[in-house]
């Protein structure tokens, strides 16, 4: 890497699933220039959450589930969406509704691996032609795939990639405290649209969050929201349920 070259760092989680009767998935994915920041700013509240006597009941099963959004419990959510609009990163999503025909005629040639490929190829190759003079380095949570395995989609991908732009990636665990964020982001989009009353209180922190969002992908039908765009298509929770 060149010594003037910026580095960019990006973290990626998925939510929902492609195979079962989700409704939805999403690729998830911050951007960050500062990853060292972020991880002390959630080890700081995670010592003030263990610390706490408040949380005392709970502190051997914080210890071992750590920020997790399906499973901590509603008090550690509310501690730790007070802290994302406070950190250094921009968010990005590509979201499938799997009720459209585009999933479902898809599905009719893919299995879940290869769309579970097609969703994050997206998501990465416009992240870094975005970036494209800079060293991007990616961070996957491991999953589970019925053929391909994550790092053969991944080797596909970035073998493409990397003949042009200059990129990286690590295929890491639950230990990389970064993924933390877009996992509770994750979880944001996935009740709004998943569930037919979404809590006022999700909402409420969608609108916390949406500043830190800088785009939204529904690749059913192509559409893009994002901070440049007209009224129409700006990232707001009235524009993604109209066009969901």
Known sequence: M???QKCNY???????????NSSIFIHGCIKTDSPQTITESLLKLKD???NSLYYDDFKEKII?????????NLDMRADFYKLLPLLDYRAY??????DTEYFKNKMKNMDESEYFAHSLKKLITDRVVANKNDKNIFYFETIQLTKKTLKQNLDAIFSQLNTKYNCEFYIVGKEEENLAIVDYLNFIFYHLFV???????????????????????FIHNKLFFSRRKPKQFEVSLKNLYDNY
Do not use: C, W
């Not at 071992?64 to 901590?72: D, I, L, S, V, Y």
């Not at 999503?93 to 799997?98: C, G, H, L, Y």
């Open 2 to 4: 060149e010594a003037t």
């Open 10 to 20: 990006f973290y990626i989680d998925e939510s929902g699933s492609i195979s079962n």
């Open 48 to 50: 003030e959450i263990k």
């Open 64 to 72: 071992k589930q750590g920020f997790h959004a399906t499973e901590n």
């Open 93 to 98: 999503f590509v979201i499938t509704n799997k």
């Open 195 to 217: 569930d037919d009353k979404p809590m006022q209180r999700m909402k409420q922190n969608f609108n916390l969050v949406s500043p830190k969002i800088a785009l939204v992908y």
